[in-house]
Structures are given as C-alpha cells and as structure tokens.
C-alpha cells in the first residue's frame, strides 16, 4: 500500500511557476510509477505527466509537454511537478497517484492509478 501526500499548491500568475511535491509513504513506493493528474471544475480527471519506477522514463500529456517535467527522488519518498509558463487552463486540482503498471498507454489513463493523494489545488490567474 501506498499513502501520498500533495503540497505546494496556490495561485500563480498566468506565465509564472510552481511547482508540487508529492510525499509517499508504504513498502511499495519505490515500485510504483507515479503519475499526476488533475480536475478542473465541472470536468473529468485529465492525466498531466507520469514517471516510471526508477524514474528514467516520463510521460506527459499534450498540453503540458514542454511546460511541465516530473522527476522523482526514491531516497526521499518524494515525486516532483515543475510546472512552468502557467495558463489558466492549468487551473485545477492536483493529485498524485501510484500504479503498478508499467505502460506509458496505461499510465496515461486516470484509471490506471490505485492509490490516490487528497489533492493540491492550483490557481492560475489571468
């Protein structure tokens, strides 16, 4: 089992920075892709980014790609979004979330995730 803890989130100015962290905790940690995903008001889950187990391999939606890097630090426990030039359509809440699966076309789907942090909401403002 993993627990995951979000943080860093609040306003940012469109074209500005921020970035979030992500705490785990659980024997499993270290085995898990991590993937981050958001939720605007009155929308679905959209998948932002992912990272493999050993943290070599990224996987990031269109919309972010360019813009945002996840990296992860398994001596720390710890997942990564730097998300920079900020639109407000990044405007959402932020969870992080931990699969077993291995596959960036599995990853890519919210579904793909068991276990879930409580979520970090950011604000982009105009």
């Known amino acids: 089992q993993v627990r995951l803890v979000e943080s860093g989130g609040g306003l940012v100015q469109a074209g500005g920075s921020r970035g979030l962290s992500c705490a785990a905790s659980?024997?499993?940690?270290?085995?898990?892709?991590i993937g981050w995903v958001r939720q605007a008001p009155g929308k679905e889950r959209e998948f932002v980014a992912a990272i493999n187990w050993i943290g070599l391999i990224t996987y990031y939606a269109a919309s972010v790609k360019g813009r945002f890097t996840i990296s992860r630090d398994n001596a720390k426990n710890t997942v990564y979004l730097q998300m920079n030039s900020q639109k407000p359509e990044d405007t959402a809440v932020y969870y992080c979330a931990a699969s077993a699966a291995a596959e960036g076309t599995i990853l890519r789907k919210p579904n793909a995730y068991n276990y879930w942090g409580q979520g970090t909401q950011v604000t982009v403002s105009p």
């Open positions: 659980g024997r499993t940690f270290s085995h898990s892709a």
